[in-house]
């Protein structure tokens, strides 16, 4: 898979979790930040990243260089997702489906702010088993990774676009009269 460049296109960033750490030594303890940080342009590249300092801005500075190292493409249909999707990361699991226009990201934690980066904007995410906001982030990435393109479905199929996914004709419709939902 190629690398995306980051530079030639315009990120944003957001802070999912913050979390303060400390490890003790022989003289005292240490303290020290961590700062899980996704970044999207809204437009199907999402990457998300943990960075760790003694001070939260450089925390999340390095977090949001270590997303940017970790981009990804999502391949989006209309507002959603192509597909459902299940993926475990640690004890993790993160249940992905498509929703029809005008739904909204119905998600929780860390789970929305990667959809939302990503520019998904009708889709319903559950969390099974750990809720812990690293884990279901990373597992979040590792299904948006898993979805495949519907051309691409289509083409193996060899069938068209409109018959492997039949609410995407529907949008389809919808777009060539100007609106979203097809009414």
Not at 23 to 34: E, I, L, P, Q
Not at 69 to 78: A, D, N, S, T
Request: charged share 25%.
């Amino acid at each position: 898979m190629a690398r995306i460049d980051a530079d030639t296109l315009n990120l944003q960033e957001r802070v999912i979790r913050t979390n303060r750490v400390q490890k003790t030594h022989k003289g005292g303890r240490t303290m020290s930040w961590n700062a899980l940080v996704v970044v999207g342009d809204g437009q199907g590249h999402v990457g998300a990243g943990l960075g760790k300092a003694r001070a939260i801005p450089d925390a999340i500075r390095k977090g949001v260089e270590d997303a940017k190292k970790r981009l990804i493409e999502v391949p989006i249909v209309g507002t959603s997702i192509p597909h459902q999707v299940v993926t475990s990361f640690g004890a993790s699991t993160v249940i992905l489906k498509p929703a029809s226009p005008g739904t909204g990201v119905v998600a929780g934690t860390s789970m929305r702010a990667i959809l939302e980066a990503a520019g998904i904007k009708d889709v319903l995410g559950k969390c099974l088993g750990s809720r812990n906001p690293i884990n279901v982030a990373w597992a979040t990435i590792k299904a948006l990774q898993m979805l495949k393109r519907v051309e691409h479905v289509a083409q193996m199929r060899g069938k068209q676009p409109e018959q492997v996914v039949p609410w995407m004709r529907k949008y389809l419709e919808g777009k060539e009269e100007g609106t979203a939902d097809g009414s």
